[in-house]
């Protein structure tokens, strides 16, 4: 038997007949290094000369659920428009198992955590590993997801990796309208303005707000006013920001129509 084989013999000579040959383990099997041994056992007889005799062992080494599933990234990183259709999939996710037959099958799910925060907005296919959307994405609703995806092997004795993290990350899109907000010191309504006809020149008439819930270019805007007027009677100004002050020089009955621009 060589020194590198993990096995060897044991002879135990029975009283008054013959002796007893035992293979056995010297040292722990690893399937994945060795999946099976051909050994050659060859017994010699006390004669001179002696004469001998030889036999094929094969050793077959069987699988135990002894190795978890592997991811092959540490993590993993998408980026996706928030106006992708639903049933999309993100990112394929892939992991490997040492082991043999169920033991080597891998399934996938989002961890407890993910499942409870975002199992509404995401899911994965056990078999393919695919992360799928199955709710509309908002941007201004959530911009970044953090999902935690486990591999589960199939075997008897379950073996489950280390969790792995899966960034996604949606990018903003032009879905969201300027929104003007025009605030006056009169009670008569949001878009009426009273003045009375004595005002001076750059007397205030109202503060005009632009909002765009959209981010970077989608949400700069600019504003304009268009008087129902003959006369240039009132004035925009943009005083900060999305700020705009509206006064007029003479009074007269008119009104204006705020128009509000990516």
């Keep these: 038997m060589p020194q590198s084989s993990p096995f060897q013999l044991q002879l135990k000579r029975k009283q008054g007949g013959p002796i007893d040959v035992r293979l056995v383990v010297q040292r722990p099997l690893d399937r994945e290094t060795a999946s099976n041994y051909r050994l050659t056992l060859t017994a010699l007889d006390g004669g001179s000369p002696p004469r001998s005799a030889f036999i094929q062992v094969a050793v077959v080494v069987l699988d ?134 004595n005002s001076t020149s750059g007397t205030f008439v109202g503060h005009v707000t632009v909002r765009d819930d959209d981010s970077g270019l989608n949400g700069q805007t600019s504003c304009t006013m268009t008087s129902h007027s003959t006369d240039n009677i009132l004035r925009l100004e943009h005083v900060f920001d999305a700020e705009y002050q509206v006064s007029f020089s003479q009074c007269t009955s008119m009104y204006a129509v705020f128009v509000a621009k990516l």
Aim: proline share 4%; hydrophobic share 40%.
């Design 64 to 197: 135990v659920n002894d190795n978890r599933p592997t991811f092959d990234r540490p993590s993993y990183d998408a980026t996706v428009d928030e106006n992708l259709p639903i049933g999309s999939t993100v990112l394929r996710l892939h992991a490997t198992d040492a082991d043999d037959s169920a033991n080597a099958v891998v399934r996938y799910y989002l961890s407890s955590t993910s499942l409870a925060s975002y199992g509404d907005v995401f899911a994965v296919d056990e078999i393919s590993g695919d992360v799928v959307v199955i709710e509309h994405l908002d941007f201004e609703s959530m911009s970044v997801y953090h999902l935690e995806v486990c591999a589960v092997d199939s075997g008897p004795e379950v073996m489950t990796s280390s969790d792995v993290m899966v960034v996604i990350r949606v990018n903003d899109m032009n879905d969201n309208v300027p929104v003007i907000v025009v605030n006056t010191l009169t009670t008569s309504g949001t878009h009426v303005v009273e003045v009375v006809e």
